[in-house]
């Protein structure tokens, strides 16, 4: 009877310890995330003033909407190129001819890019062309023996016929 008495008293102690242990290392577990979560909120405070202080020194400073900006840049750039011919025609005839008119640059730049860009055709017609002579037949076609090309007859040694 001592026994069943001591084991019935032990059981529900042993029962409670461990929700004690649980309860605590739940406890801990909510403190870590209640402290993780305010480390959070802080950070966001501080980013939250950070924006709030980009965009008042954004509306002290006065914008210049963008479409009145391209045209002080277009009138900069008329500017600039009537200053530039006034210059140009203050100067002697003799000088004038030694200063570089940039169009005339332009110009010779783009014909050279041209001629550059049917160069580079060329060679890729070429390249095709030289691809497609070697091109596999496909099955079944008739081999037939491949002729040489005009510059290789050219070049190579045909028998002559000798006179007895």
Excluded: W
Excluded at 84 to 101: F, K, S
């Amino acid at each position: 009877m001592k026994k069943i008495f001591i084991l019935s008293m032990l059981i529900p102690l042993a029962m409670i310890c461990s929700c004690q242990k649980q309860d605590s290392a739940a406890e801990q577990q909510l403190a870590q995330r209640k402290a993780e979560l305010d480390t959070r909120e802080k950070a966001l405070d501080e980013r939250e003033k950070a924006l709030a202080e980009r965009e008042k020194v954004r509306a002290k400073v006065p914008t210049i909407p963008s479409d009145a900006q391209s045209r002080s840049q277009v009138r900069d750039a008329a500017q600039l190129k009537a200053e530039r011919e006034r210059r140009l025609q203050q100067l002697p005839p003799d000088l004038q001819g030694l200063i570089a008119d940039p169009s005339q640059g332009r110009d010779e730049n783009d014909t050279r890019m041209q001629e550059r860009l049917a160069q580079r055709q060329r060679r890729m017609e070429e390249l095709r062309r030289a691809r497609m002579a070697h091109a596999v037949k496909p099955f079944g076609a008739k081999a037939t023996s491949p002729t040489p090309s005009p510059a290789i007859e050219a070049t190579s040694p045909s028998p002559s016929p000798t006179p007895e």
